[in-house]
Nanobody
Framework: QVRLVETGGGLVQAGGSLKLFCEASGRTSEWNSMGWFRQAPGKEREYVAMITWIGGIQWYSNPVKGRFTISKNNAKNTMYLQMDSLKVEDTAVYYC??????????????????WGHGTQVTVSS
């Protein structure tokens, strides 16, 4: 059984920064990648960024490219999301996930193996 716990969310002003953490426990190393997703009120959950567990290849969605940085520490089974230049539209619950895929896909539901419980990020104007 794999458990994912996200921390690091909070309230920040537009233009500010936050760093999210996702720690995995249990039967780790079953996945090929890990990723961050987010869900704003009234909207569907959307892909934010992902990183391959071996090699550390990073992928970003267009809305966050150049502002967010995904990274990982295999020894600590932890993934990070450094969020800079935050915008009001970044407000959402952020979830981490383990993934079967090595690269972004159109149909995420086929690739997601485990979800975390989510952490709230609120960006005020």
């Amino acid at each position: 059984q794999v458990r994912l716990v996200e921390t690091g969310g909070g309230l920040v002003q537009a233009g500010g920064s936050l760093k999210l953490f996702c720690e995995a426990s249990g039967r780790t190393s079953e996945w090929n990648s890990m990723g961050w997703f987010r869900q704003a009120p009234g909207k569907e959950r959307e892909y934010v960024a992902m990183i391959t567990w071996i090699g550390g290849i990073q992928w970003y969605s267009n809305p966050v490219k150049g502002r967010f940085t995904i990274s990982k520490n295999n020894a600590k089974n932890t993934m990070y999301l450094q969020m800079d230049s935050l915008k009001v539209e970044d407000t959402a619950v952020y979830y981490c996930a383990t993934l079967k895929t090595h690269r972004p896909v159109v149909r995420w539901s086929d690739s997601i193996m485990h979800w975390g419980h989510g952490t709230q990020v609120t960006v005020s104007s």
